[in-house]
């Protein structure tokens, strides 16, 4: 599903679907490669009772399509440039935000330059806008979810030797707008840290080690409003071999939230077991985790969790609840029917953390106020998927999800239950 992102994949990936092409420019004897591709996704949605029926009625649904070029020129074994265009345009959805439709600009345009320190250590400077993916990116992801993915404007070091990498930067969120080449450099948002990746460690075999700091002008959880410095600190120990993956996570937040003290944190377990000789290749695993919200509103402390820039679609592509003031469980099965067909289902269980704060959306945004409202429970979710992939190049896949509202829900608001499906065709295309 969505929301599991198996570790050990690339910690930064900046260039979705990788190069698709690659060839040297003609005459050149230098070394001087360019190469091109990119990629096209169309999406339909259908929600009954979005927002669990408090959200105007949509009797067909809305569709969602999503271009990305880019080009790169390898200069030779040091210097690169690439440059890539987005265009996220969508028909038919209620409550349009530039995430979901912003027609066209500049997502991604960088210089890096590789230095080589010894046979063992090399030094990647990379700047200028480009995106982050950091760890199972519960924190800093590219969204891939939603219709338009998010990038930054920023400088980003990266020392690399067999074992170990560490990535310092500094950057400012660019924000989508809906308008043509709009989304400039902006200062209301800014990021920086520091991000340690060690790998053949005795006993937990790879550890991810953190510190992120994030400053907003302007923030906004159920105990107010206003300007937001957050410290997060910390670390991952993760695994994939053979049949069994585990992946621990534990976040610490400090800071400060208007006149108030942040203390928030996460500690979430990922693990899965694939029966790999068995036909089929079945998979069983679970989710869990336990996410801070604030426990009394007024004083002079927030606990809610921020989850900086997570994945989009946290808990699968219907999206309808992300993770702040949470207790969730997570079972899901995953098997092969088909060396092309994949199939998925999961169950996850939502409760809040604190009865004295609301639910939130993937982009911390407030959908229920919770002070005033007595259940814990929010309800449960079913969702299943189907994938097929043609090719490298051409995937379909289809989900569905039914949430059922649980008692905070029908306290809250309407309460009804969501049904949502989902159907994505994408492919990735090369100049060649």
């Not at 979005?50 to 569709?63: I, T």
């Not at 600190?233 to 994939?240: A, E, L, Q, S």
């Not at 609840?321 to 949470?326: D, F, Q, R, T, Y």
């Not at 989900?399 to 492919?427: C, H, M, S």
Request: hydrophobic fraction near 40%; include cysteine.
């Amino acid at each position: 599903m969505q929301d599991t992102i198996s570790p050990g994949e690339a910690r930064v990936d900046t260039l979705p679907g990788k190069m698709l092409s690659q060839r040297a420019a003609p005459g050149n004897k230098t070394g001087t490669a360019v190469s091109a591709g990119g990629s096209a996704r169309l999406q339909y949605f259908y929600l009954r009772n979005e927002q669990w029926g408090d959200a105007p009625k949509d009797n067909d649904g809305f569709v969602m399509a999503r271009f990305l070029w880019h080009g790169a020129v390898q200069w030779n074994s040091r210097l690169k440039t690439f440059v890539q265009l987005q265009s996220s345009l969508a028909n038919g959805k209620n409550d349009m935000s530039p995430v979901d439709e912003n027609p066209l600009d500049v997502h991604q345009a960088y210089v890096h330059y590789k230095v080589p320190l010894s046979d063992s250590l090399s030094m990647l400077l990379r700047v200028g806008r480009q995106e982050f993916s950091y760890g199972s990116q519960r924190l800093i992801s590219v969204r891939e979810g939603p219709n338009n993915r998010q990038a930054f404007d920023a400088a980003n070091m990266i020392m690399q030797r067999k074992d170990l990498r560490l990535d310092a930067f500094f950057s400012y969120y660019v924000a989508a707008r809906n308008g043509i080449f709009d989304d400039g450099f902006r200062r209301d948002t800014r990021l920086w840290g520091v991000y340690l990746v060690k790998n053949q460690v005795p006993v937990l075999k790879n550890a991810d080690f953190y510190y992120l700091d994030i400053c907003k002008k302007q923030a906004a959880f159920e105990d107010g409003t206003g300007m937001e410095q957050r410290h997060s600190i910390g670390t991952r120990i993760w695994n994939k071999t053979g049949n069994t993956m585990y992946d621990l996570e534990a976040v610490y937040q400090y800071g400060r939230f208007a006149s108030k003290a942040i203390r928030a944190y996460t500690v979430s377990l990922n693990t899965a077991y694939r029966f790999n000789r068995c036909k089929y290749e079945p998979e069983i695993g679970i989710k869990t985790e336990l996410i801070s919200g604030d426990k009394t509103p007024g004083d002079d402390r927030l606990q809610t969790f921020n989850p900086l820039f997570p994945r989009g679609a946290y808990f699968g592509l219907a999206a309808l609840i992300g993770p702040a003031n949470l207790i969730d469980v997570h079972p899901y099965f995953n098997c092969v029917l088909h060396p092309t067909l994949d199939w998925g289902m999961d169950l996850d269980i939502f409760r809040r953390y604190s009865t004295r704060d609301g639910i939130y959306g993937p982009n911390v945004a407030l959908i229920y106020p919770g002070a005033n409202v007595a259940p814990a429970f929010i309800g449960s979710q079913l969702a299943t998927n189907l994938e097929f992939s043609a090719s490298n190049a051409l995937a379909l896949t289809w989900e569905f999800t039914w949430f059922n509202a649980g008692p905070f829900l029908r306290a809250a608001g309407n309460g009804k239950d969501i049904i949502f499906t989902a159907v994505t065709l994408q492919y990735k295309f090369s100049s060649n």
